[in-house]
């Protein structure tokens, strides 16, 4: 399981006048909560943004360090829900929710390729259906994303959920026959397909039309 590490302040504070406050001084207010308890703290805006760089995850699980008088100083929590500014896009709140190892975690992952298809080198596209999957793991599982190679992907072929590899306590909770990534073939293929049937067909007719009547 591969984590990252992020410091919190408990806040003493709370409110929309508070939170403004907060954000003015270069911090985001969050909530750290799990099984009907929570916590409200800031966390360096800074350090979030180069942690997420733009793309902010569910999973990812942080080492989130909190001071102030935390009942608990160290914790390992994911980011369950955000809010952005509307106009500006920065990131306005933070839900927390702390991870138990022992439990396993239903979040959603980014789907990601690598290389070049077979298929786009032949003239197809390259279309990613899934840009991300619901998965269960283990926090100790649990992946950042889940990357496909598609370097040996044919034209008209795709790749399904069920063709993903899977480890440990890892499952992919969408229809195994969900196709992910697939390589479309160009319109001009299609069209020299059907235009290589159409004088078969014709001739085929044409005999038909020349059968002697009985």
């Given at each position: 399981m591969?984590?990252?590490?992020?410091?919190?302040q408990?806040?003493?504070e709370t409110?929309?006048?508070?939170?403004s406050?907060?954000?003015?001084?270069?911090?985001i207010?969050a909530?750290?909560?799990?099984?009907?308890k929570?916590?409200?703290?800031?966390?360096?805006?800074?350090d979030?943004?180069?942690?997420f760089?733009g793309s902010i995850s569910?999973?990812?699980?942080?080492?989130?360090?909190?001071?102030?008088?935390s009942?608990e100083?160290?914790?390992?929590?994911?980011?369950?829900d955000?809010q952005?500014?509307?106009v500006?896009?920065?990131?306005?709140?933070l839900d927390?929710?702390?991870?138990d190892l022992?439990?396993?975690?239903?979040?959603?992952?980014?789907v990601?390729?690598?290389?070049t298809?077979?298929g786009?080198?032949?003239?197809g596209?390259?279309d990613?259906?899934?840009r991300e999957?619901?998965?269960?793991?283990?926090?100790a599982?649990?992946?950042e994303k889940?990357e496909?190679?598609?370097?040996?992907l044919?034209?008209?072929?795709s790749?399904?959920v069920?063709?993903?590899?899977v480890?440990?306590s890892?499952?992919?909770l969408?229809?195994p026959?969900?196709?992910?990534?697939?390589v479309?073939?160009p319109k001009?293929?299609?069209?020299?397909?059907?235009?290589?049937?159409?004088?078969?067909?014709?001739?085929?007719?044409?005999e038909v039309?020349?059968k002697?009547?009985?």
């Open positions: 591969k984590t990252h590490r992020l410091t919190a408990i806040r003493k409110g929309k006048n508070a939170c406050r907060i954000r003015r001084s270069g911090f207010p909530i750290i909560y799990t099984h009907g929570s916590e409200v703290v800031q966390v360096p805006k800074r979030f943004v180069k942690l760089k569910e999973s990812v699980v942080i080492d989130l360090e909190v001071s102030g008088g009942a100083p160290e914790q390992k929590v994911i980011v369950k955000y952005l500014n509307p500006t896009d920065e990131v306005t709140h927390f929710y702390k991870v022992s439990q396993k975690l239903q979040t959603v992952v980014p990601m390729t690598t290389g298809s077979k786009e080198r032949m003239g596209m390259l990613v259906i899934e999957l619901q998965i269960e793991a283990l926090p599982d649990l992946p889940i496909i190679d598609v370097t040996n044919d034209l008209g072929h790749i399904y069920k063709d993903l590899p480890s440990g890892l499952r992919f969408a229809d026959d969900r196709i992910v990534v697939t479309l073939i001009a293929v299609q069209e020299e397909e059907v235009s290589e049937e159409a004088p078969a067909e014709a001739k085929a007719e044409g039309k020349e002697p009547e009985e």
